[in-house]
């Protein structure tokens, strides 16, 4: 594989998944992100197109052998990121549920990948960030989890929006909220108000 293959490779990725860049973007700069851990990221490295120390983890060996072509992977990043430092970017090819053998980072992304918050959390400084969907139920998790604030979600044009939010997480009345049933059947719930994303604090 050389360089052009891992462009290639990630720009067929990102037309299947959308560009997630300005999202990364968006959300890094309104927390001033420095270093970022992605469980699950399968081979989504837009984040290290706005974010300098990345740590990627994912067990698929498509992903595994994506990553193992380390440094076109990094020259592309350097040719295309937005910040001045060399981009840092490590990749575990494990379980994310067993142990990490890393230092606290500023933002763990969650992006259909399962319970990434809840089994990564602690890797994540205190008052760094979540941001998650709620494809399997993660961002319901972080909502209910006295570890985590709910602190805003992701609109149309990657705006972050801190109004209104007890409007979020609310299901049509006579329905309540099982955590049981989310943890067994790793689905979100069908809210009354959804975002596509959600950013919630560490605050413990
Ligand atoms: C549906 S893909 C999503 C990939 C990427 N986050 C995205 O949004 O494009 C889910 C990824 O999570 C990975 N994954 C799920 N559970 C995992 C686990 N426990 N440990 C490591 N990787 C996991 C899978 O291998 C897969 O690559």
Known sequence: MNKSTVAEEFLEYQDKIGDRK????????????????????????????????????????????????????????????????????????????????????????SQYGGFVGQATKKYLKTGGILLCNDSHGDATLAKFD??????????????????????????PSSQSIDLAKINEQMKGPKYKSTAENYIFRKIK
């Open 146 to 171: 006295d570890d985590f604030e709910f602190i805003g979600v992701v609109g149309k044009n990657n705006k972050i929006i801190r109004t209104h939010l007890d409007t979020y997480f609310v299901l």
């Open 22 to 109: 300005g999202l990364y973007e968006s959300v890094t700069k309104k927390y001033d992100v420095k270093r970022v851990l992605y469980p699950g990221s399968h081979i989504d490295i837009a984040p290290s197109l706005v974010i300098p120390q990345a740590i990627y983890v994912d067990n698929f060996k498509g992903a595994i052998k994506f990553f193992r072509k380390i440094e076109p992977i990094k020259e592309y990043i350097n040719e295309n990121k937005e910040y001045e430092a060399p981009c840092d970017i490590v990749f575990l090819g494990q379980d994310y549920t067993e142990a990490l053998d890393i230092e606290p980072v500023d933002l763990i992304i």
